[in-house]
Structure formats: structure tokens, C-alpha cells
């Protein structure tokens, strides 16, 4: 039998209060709410690789950060999430090596139909619950993304990009490539770095 876990992060529909999901938030938001009221560095470090399910060298997390499991983000080398960073991990969230995050920016992996009329479901018992899907968010490497970015679930950002402050990320967007603006379109190219 598939759980509601694997469900979750096959893009399914699934049941959030699944007993498995719950206690996996709930372990997230115990780490999240140490993380977020220490300033020792070493501490700050030891939460993030409990917290993450994989976490590279001199990663930091300058600030408040808040995310649904936190289990569900990998991270590179030398990545930089500043404050007030809101990752909505309900499937995976991936970022390369050499990430910067400005403050303010949101990932956000869950999704809702279009159709209202599939938005609520109906359970054996009679009672409602919301029906989300979710897509994975994958970052390349050499990415620097602007202050109060939006990037929604099924997006893959490709290595040397730039995404302006502000932008809201809907489609996937190519290597040495400039983005801003809402949706996100393409500004300019950069050049492409040695081994790109």
C-alpha cells in the first residue's frame, strides 16, 4: 500500500493529517523553533544538518527561517538563506552549490486546482478535507535570487542565474540567464562560467 508520504511527494493527492505526515511536521517544527532562537553558530549548524535531509560545507542560515518538514530540503556547498525565508517543502526542495537567498523569498511546493470545484474532498466519515498536490523546486548551481522572490512547485532553475528582487517564478528558467518581473521573464543572458 502507497503512504500518504509517498503519495505527497509523487505529485498524488494525499490526506496531511496522516499520522507518519503530522509527526513529521512536528519533529520539523521542533528544529525550526531551536534554530530559531539560538545565535550560537556551532548550535545554528548541528539544527540545520538535523533539519535538512542533506546539508553540503558552510552552509548558513543568516536569521528566522520557516519551512512545513524542513526533511524535504537539500542544499549544496556555500549556500546563504537569509532571513525571513519561508520554504514550503511538501515535496522536495533542492539547491545546488554557491546559492544566494535574499530575505523574504518563498518556495512554495503545494498546489490547488483550478477548478473549485476540486478543491475540497470528501472522506468515508462525511467530513471535508483540502486536496493539494505538490512538485519538486530544483536550483542549479551560482544562483543569487532577490529579496521577497515567490518560486512555485515543478520549477527548475538552471546554474548562473539571477532572479530579481520581487520576481514570481513559475516556469523553469535556463542557465546564465537574468529573470524578474511577474511571472518571471528573461531580462538578459550572462555569460556562462568556465565548466558550465
Known amino acids: ?11 498524488q493527492e494525499y490526506d496531511y493529517r496522516d499520522p507518519e505526515l503530522q509527526k513529521m511536521m512536528k519533529s520539523g517544527r521542533n528544529l525550526i523553533n531551536q ?3 539560538t545565535t550560537d553558530i556551532k548550535q545554528r549548524i548541528q539544527l540545520i544538518q538535523k533539519l535538512f535531509n542533506h546539508v553540503g ?5 543568516n536569521g528566522h527561517f520557516d519551512a ?5 530540503i537539500s542544499v549544496g556547498s556555500d549556500v546563504f538563506i537569509n532571513g525571513n525565508c519561508f520554504f514550503q517543502d511538501s515535496n522536495l526542495i533542492t539547491l545546488g552549490d554557491r546559492v544566494i537567498i535574499a530575505p523574504d ?3 512554495y511546493c503545494g498546489q490547488h486546482s483550478l477548478d473549485a470545484a476540486k478543491r475540497f474532498g470528501t472522506r468515508e466519515d462525511g467530513s471535508h478535507y483540502l486536496i493539494t498536490t505538490t512538485a519538486p523546486i530544483t ?3 551560482d544562483v543569487w535570487i532577490g529579496g521577497n522572490v515567490t518560486i512555485i512547485g515543478g520549477v527548475t532553475i538552471g546554474n548562473n542565474v539571477i532572479i530579481g528582487a520581487g520576481a514570481v517564478v513559475t516556469k523553469d528558467v535556463p542557465n ?3 529573470v524578474g518581473g511577474v511571472p518571471a521573464h528573461k531580462i538578459k543572458e ?6 558550465n
Open 1 to 11: 500500500m502507497v503512504s500518504e508520504h509517498e503519495k505527497e511527494l509523487a505529485g
Open 35 to 37: 534554530l530559531n532562537t
Open 139 to 141: 536550483v542549479g548551481n
Open 190 to 195: 550572462l555569460p556562462a562560467l568556465s565548466g
Open 176 to 178: 546564465n540567464t537574468v
Open 68 to 72: 512545513v518538514y524542513g526533511c524535504h
Open 105 to 107: 523569498t518563498k518556495f
Open 57 to 61: 560545507d558552510n552552509v548558513t542560515i
